[in-house]
């Protein structure tokens, strides 16, 4: 998901191509104004926490792109491309690295485990929302089983 942040700052052309160039499909994507019910049950396992209240009033400020990215080893992959949640701790090259700037307001959010991902979609989509198409040329980026 790209936060307000990155909407606004019209990041979203830059960030997608990186997932692209990297072989990633993205088979869903919307851009969306979450509301406070639903941005407390996505960062549901930190409302315990004393962060969560500014979590939930950043991300329910302004538009996001919520999306569906797909691909072999893609948590893992997006991941390290995403880079440190600290944007002053990740690596240049990674997205936020690049772009962020402050924890805070660091851009982008990735799923951290296939369980978290299944949730999170099932969050922002409908299974009528999700595209399942090959890429013509697929067989070039991954190898052969």
Do not use: W
């Amino acid at each position: 998901m790209l936060k307000p942040d990155a909407v606004l700052r019209r990041l979203i052309g830059k960030t997608v191509s990186r997932f692209e160039e990297r072989g990633l499909k993205v088979t869903a994507a919307k851009i969306m104004i979450i509301n406070k019910n639903l941005a407390e049950k996505h960062y549901s396992e930190h409302s315990q926490k004393p962060f969560f209240r500014d979590l939930v009033d950043y991300i329910t400020s302004g538009p996001v792109l919520a999306m569906v990215i797909e691909g072999e080893e893609c948590i893992t992959l997006i991941r390290k491309m995403v880079g440190a949640t600290n944007p002053k701790d990740a690596e240049l090259g990674t997205i936020r690295g690049d772009y962020a700037i402050d924890t805070g307001r660091n851009i982008i959010h990735a799923s951290d485990s296939t369980e978290s991902a299944t949730r999170e979609i099932n969050l922002f989509f409908n299974d009528s929302e999700i595209y399942k198409f090959t890429i013509p040329d697929e067989e070039f980026i991954y190898e052969e089983p």
